[in-house]
């Protein structure tokens, strides 16, 4: 594991819905909130849409850490959404295991609409972790170029 | 006297360690007193049990371990069973009774009772009344 | 209808009249009660602290031995017994980590399984006799006779040990009337006889025994019949107390409802143990010409 | 391949005072499929858009992203700009390199423009591969179901009738009017239930948009908003309301005597009867579950003296099949079982009885004219014990609050105090919940005025002493355990959903709570919405409710079903999902994840259909598809993947 001070910039995914974890990025961008530049979002209506597939696929395409926002539970915008993902992260946890990915690289936060302080505050935590992490090194990796 | 409220004292030691003992959230007490309604021993007590699920949930542990309550307790469970609340104050009682206890301390000393009763006494009674109030 | 059979201390010693009327009483119905070989203490109060597992031991090798003798279903008599057993069987049933760590810890004896069920007397009067066939069986009708049923805690509280309805129980009542006599509906007979205070505060006693028989008493009642050796102390004994304190008080007759069903189903007179009880039912008795 | 154009937006120096706009431009220009990169000051501008539009034209552009602001603020904006221009607005995909970007990493503008520009090549990726899509348009009937004639039922059928709409009222028991209608006076007003609520009862049977059937129930639901089918079962009354004069004569001859549903066991009732004079409709209903039965030959007492021949043994029960746009649920309540509150001996003293009773003894038009003799004996009680919370708030029962108790309660007081004066009456409480307009002054004005007794504790037991009744309570505020001799113990019991609404659930394929009361779509922002659409919420069905809730909410149901009816057309939004039918197993995993029961299977041929109209466009389904034959439009899985590489791509 490199020391996290050597310069190394994660990759992340964010995969945010767009009634909470969005609205809430949203706000924290209104309210000029800084926060580490690693994640780059990718909007769902719903972390419903979450096909585990899109993890996978994240973190062979070479990312260093995956980021799932939805709403709290019960504030789901389609009822049930969110449980769902919940469900599928469970699973996906496991399976990182199996493919000697630190689950730790995958994280799943509940952010509201109102929540642009927190939103900031997982997206500094995360990046930070994953940079104590280190670089994703373990799968034989082939980057998008 | 005034019970003097702070943050500390509400999430009080005792509070945590009857909750612990007897498994029961002792906040969840909505203070309705169908317990004490129902109590079959409370004119022998000094607190009533709402009031003592009360005192805990204020932390007030001087009052409540210095009280009569829990020693006059009969554990018939009738609170329990009529608790809205579905909290089996019963076990709350016993918790409090053992929190006393396990500080190596009887209640009722057995070698105090007087021959002629112990003569009556059936075992039940002092074996049931030994297990409630002797360490 | 083969059981085995837990007594406890005492059914052994202060309660032996209730003892023998059960066991004549199941000799009538073709109950087999085979009693445990080795048995020890119950523990006679369930401990209700969620970390105190010593005290389920006393419980666990009772049913450590029934499981031993084969036994599916453990028959107990006295109710604060019954109690005791049918709460620790409960929670080993509930929390098998609990079992596992105190079977773990009786290592030189077998597991117990968690399989054994305990049952109540009067469970197996009602549902496995059946109420009519013990009415078959009576020869010598209670007629005229009003009894006050009294029921007391540990036989219906908590809801989980209670094999009848918590706050109208109707078992006894139903034995009662198949014995032809009048069963008194006394609101009173699911409230609590101050148990084990009796020891240290007979005061109270005195006091609960007084409201529980004059409610009974206003009700038409002439005696009340009970099954815990515990409350018959504290209802028939400390009778005493009442009338000291109390100058209006009258005493009446407590019995075992088994006391009654042995006079009904005409069995020798030996078994009864009339001359234990502080208050003599034998007046009362003569009076309906039954002795 | 597609021509995409990216338009980047500076938003002053919001955007261009962080990123490199310049280096932006250059490394998208040269991203696979753009075709066109260019920037200005405030791309939401006019000339910002003419900008936009123009491009679109000039470079024959296929797709465009605007790397802009959030797609809240101006996607709208754009995505009409490129529909000036002829272009599908589903072809627009906004980047939002400010609130994600500029805005949030201005400390560090370097790495902020590398994030920017992968921020928009996923946005070029996922417009690559978007398709044009179109609403989906629904007709629709202009007619709308309500099921359930109480008060809530009522209002909203007068509100759809009343814009112009036709309604079908459907309403099990042979006269509507529901709970109200059983009621004396109501709170705070005191003013008299019947007489507030009969002349709405008259102008629903006389609506002309109103068909109101009584004594009907609904056998069944099939389709969705805009087009459901409905069957309705009429039952027969076996009398004829043609012909019948209402003269009675048949009420004084029937032989059976059953307790009155309507006056909760009170009174007592015919076979054949009508369950209060105000009853609408107006008619006699012969119960076929009492009658001695229905052939001529076994009683018939009712057919003989009936003058006008109304009554007809040979009636058969009806289905009638309606088409309606909309549905109301207002299926109403029931007070939870009174034999479960054993300590209180509800269901063997006589004089035990819950708060509709004594609402029946209390109405002027009651079995006691409204005087107040209790059950037993027919006394006048001097002491009456109101307990509240029986069976509300309680673990063991039911965990809710049933919300309207504290009030009628302290009506009941009240109005028992108005009666007898001499009388006195104790209220046990847990808390007094008096919120809503003048409710609290009307609890204070019992307390006060009519000094009524208010015990803050709850009653533990109470049993039967000669004449009297026992009630052990206590007082928490003295710390004193109290004892009163009642001669009458009113409870407050809970409110409960009506024992057939799982029944309504399960044909209406709409959901219910954990308490078993409708579930309402959410429960802040949609409270009259079922979680199917078109399906909407009335009354104490979807929550114990007071009369003006009830009323409330069924004018708020009522204006969601009007704006369904006036439409011609229903508009969808047409991100939705497609089932591939090659692809699909049939497996129905889709089916048990969707939030709006918007997909089925196709027995026949195996496949998993969707309903346009149903699907909201979450992709659970998509998600959970194994063979990727679900396919949300434009969140495809390829389109997703696309995404991913690029937010991870080497800028």
């Known amino acids: 594991m490199k020391p996290s001070d050597n310069g190394f910039e994660p990759r992340i995914v964010a995969f945010l819905c767009k009634w909470c974890a969005g609205a809430g990025a949203d706000l924290a961008g209104v309210s000029r909130l800084q926060y580490a530049p690693n994640a780059v979002p990718i909007m769902f209506n719903c972390t419903g849409r979450l096909d585990p597939t899109f993890v996978l696929k994240a973190f062979t395409q070479g990312a260093d850490g995956v980021f799932i926002g939805g709403c709290h539970p019960g504030d789901c915008h389609y009822l049930t959404g969110n449980y769902n993902a919940l469900k599928r992260v469970i699973l996906l946890e496991k399976v990182l295991v199996q493919f000697g990915i630190n689950p730790r690289r995958l994280r799943l936060e509940w952010v509201s609409a109102s929540e642009g302080n927190k939103f900031a505050r997982v997206m500094n935590e995360f990046s930070a972790e994953i940079k104590k992490l280190g670089p994703l090194e373990k799968l034989e990796v082939s980057r998008c170029e | 006297m005034r019970i003097i409220l702070k943050g500390s004292k509400v999430k009080s030691k005792l509070t945590e360690k009857v909750e612990k003992i007897s498994g029961q959230n002792i906040f969840a007490c909505y203070q309705c007193g169908k317990c004490s309604a129902g109590c079959p021993m409370i004119d022998s007590m000094d607190y009533m049990p709402n009031q003592a699920m009360k005192l805990l949930q204020m932390g007030a542990a001087e009052e409540i371990i210095n009280s009569k309550t829990m020693w006059m307790c009969a554990s018939c469970h009738t609170c329990s069973v009529r608790c809205p609340r579905d909290i089996d104050l019963s076990a709350v009682m016993e918790a409090l009774r053992l929190i006393y206890l396990r500080t190596n301390v009887n209640k009722v000393e057995p070698s105090q009772i007087p021959e002629e009763e112990l003569k009556d006494l059936p075992q039940i009674a002092l074996v049931c009344n030994f297990r409630k109030m002797t360490r | 209808m083969k059981y085995a059979y837990y007594p406890g201390c005492t059914l052994k010693s202060y309660a032996d009249n209730l003892e023998s009327s059960v066991l004549a009483v199941a000799e009538k ?93 009067l469970q197996v009067l009602r549902d496995e006799v059946g109420i009519e066939e013990i009415a078959k069986q009576v020869v010598r009708p209670l007629t005229g006779l009003n009894v006050a049923p009294y029921y007391g805690c540990l036989l219906l509280r908590p809801q989980e040990v209670a094999f009848d309805e918590p706050e109208r129980p109707t078992v006894i009542e139903e034995i009662l009337v198949a014995l032809g006599a009048e ?67 009258f005493t009446m007759p407590i019995l075992y409802y088994t006391q009654l069903m042995a006079l009904a189903m005409g069995i020798n007179g030996d078994i009864y143990g009339f001359d234990k009880h502080y208050v003599d039912p034998r007046p009362l008795l003569k009076e309906y010409e039954l002795i | 391949m597609k021509r995409i154009g990216v338009f980047v937006c500076h938003c002053g120096i919001n955007i261009a005072g962080t990123l490199d706009i310049n280096k932006i431009i250059h490394r998208i220009s040269n991203y696979p499929g753009v075709a066109h990169a260019e920037h200005y000051e405030y791309m939401c501008s006019d000339p910002g858009q003419n900008i936009v539009r123009d491009t679109i034209k000039d470079q024959y552009l296929d797709g465009i992203v605007v790397a802009a602001c959030s797609p809240t603020l101006h996607e709208t904006t754009f995505r009409n700009a490129a529909k000036d221009a002829d272009m599908n607005p589903y072809m627009v995909e906004i980047a939002n390199i400010r609130e994600y970007c500029s805005w949030v990493h201005r400390d560090r503008p370097e790495d902020a423009t590398e994030k920017a520009i992968r921020i928009i090549r996923t946005a070029v990726e996922k417009v690559r591969r978007n398709e044009s899509l179109y609403p989906v348009k629904i007709p629709v009937f202009h007619k709308c179901l309500v099921i359930g004639a109480g008060i809530s039922g009522i209002q909203a059928a007068l509100d759809v009738a009343n814009a112009g709409f036709e309604v079908i009222l459907v309403e099990k ?54 087009n459901f089918h409905v069957k309705i079962l009429k039952k027969p009354t076996y009398v004829d309301t043609d012909k019948c004069n209402l003269c009675g004569e048949c009420v004084n001859v029937c032989p059976i005597i059953i307790p009155s549903e309507f006056d909760r066991g009170m009174s007592m009732r015919k076979a054949i009867y009508m369950p209060f004079p105000q009853a609408v409709p107006s008619t006699y209903c012969l119960d076929e579950a009492n009658c001695l039965g229905l052939n001529p030959l076994r009683c018939s007492k009712c057919q003989d003296v009936c003058e006008p021949g109304a009554i007809n043994y040979d009636m058969k029960p009806e289905i009638i099949e309606e088409d309606v746009g909309a549905i109301i649920v207002a299926t109403g309540y029931d007070l939870y079982h009174k034999e479960a509150l054993t300590e209180y001996g509800l269901g063997i003293y006589e004089d035990v009885i819950d708060g509709l009773q004594f609402e029946r003894l209390l109405s002027a038009s009651g079995p006691t004219s409204g005087e107040i003799h209790r059950p037993s004996d027919g006394e006048v009680p001097k002491d009456v014990v109101f307990i509240q919370c029986a069976g509300s708030r309680d673990e063991k029962h039911n965990p809710y609050c049933s919300k309207v108790c504290c009030m009628y309660t302290a009506k009941h007081a009240m109005l028992y105090k108005h009666r007898v004066p001499d009388g006195q009456a104790y209220i046990f409480y847990i808390d007094i919940r008096s919120a809503g307009k003048d409710y609290e002054e009307f609890v204070q004005r019992a307390m006060e005025e009519d000094r009524i007794l208010y015990l803050r504790g709850k009653v533990s037991k109470v049993f039967k002493e000669g004449e009297k009744l026992v009630v052990w309570g206590v007082d928490t505020l003295t710390g004193q355990k109290v004892e009163v001799l009642a001669d009458l113990v009113v409870l407050a019991t809970a409110i409960v959903p009506r024992a057939a609404t799982p029944e309504i659930v399960n044909k209406l394929k709409i959901a219910a709570d954990g308490n078993g009361f409708l579930k309402e779509a959410h429960p802040k922002l949609r409270p009259v919405e079922s979680l199917t659409s078109g399906i909407f919420l009335a009354g104490a069905a979807q929550s114990p409710k007071d009369i003006p809730d009830a009323v409330s909410q069924g004018s708020g149901s009522a204006s969601k079903a009007i704006g369904i009816l006036s439409q011609k057309k229903l508009q969808h939004d047409p991100t939705i999902t497609d089932v591939e039918e090659i692809a699909c197993g049939g497996c129905g995993i889709c089916i048990s994840v969707c939030p709006y029961t918007a997909l089925s299977m196709d027995d026949r041929r195996n496949v998993v259909l969707v309903n346009d109209v149903l699907c909201e466009g979450c992709g659970t389904c998509a998600a959970a598809c194994p063979s990727g034959a679900a396919e949300l439009r434009n969140y495809t899985n390829r389109q997703v993947r696309e995404m991913i590489c690029a937010a991870l791509s080497k800028v």
């Open chain 4, 173 to 226: 028991s042979p006269t509507i009017g529901g709970r109200m209608a059983q009621l004396s006076e109501t709170f705070p007003t005191l003013d008299c239930s019947q007489c507030i609520l009969t002349p709405k009862m008259v102008e629903v049977s006389r609506h002309p948009k109103i068909r109101l059937m009584a004594y009907s129930e609904v056998k069944e639901v099939t389709g969705s908003i805009g």
């Open chain 3, 29 to 121: 119905l073709g109950i087999q009660m085979e009693e445990l070989p080795h048995w020890t203490c119950c523990g006679t109060v369930f401990s209700q602290a969620d970390d105190d597992l010593v005290h389920q031991i006393a419980p666990l090798r009772i049913l450590l031995d029934a499981q031993k003798v084969g036994a599916k279903k453990l028959l107990v008599v006295c109710s604060m017994c019954y109690n005791t057993l049918k709460q620790a069987s409960l929670l080993f049933e509930k929390k098998p980590d609990k079992l596992e760590t105190l079977n773990l810890f009786l290592d030189d004896e077998d597991d117990y399984l968690g399989e054994v069920e305990v049952v109540h007397f």
């Open chain 3, 183 to 249: 069963a008194i509906m006394d609101p009173l007979k699911v409230e609590c006889c101050g148990s084990y205070q009796t020891v240290n505060n007979k005061e109270i006693i005195a006091d609960r025994t007084r409201t529980i028989i004059n409610s009974a008493r206003s009700r038409g009642a002439e005696m009340i019949a009970l099954d815990c050796p515990l409350c018959d102390f504290n209802l028939d004994f400390r009778q005493k107390e009442s009338e000291k304190k109390y100058t209006d008080f």
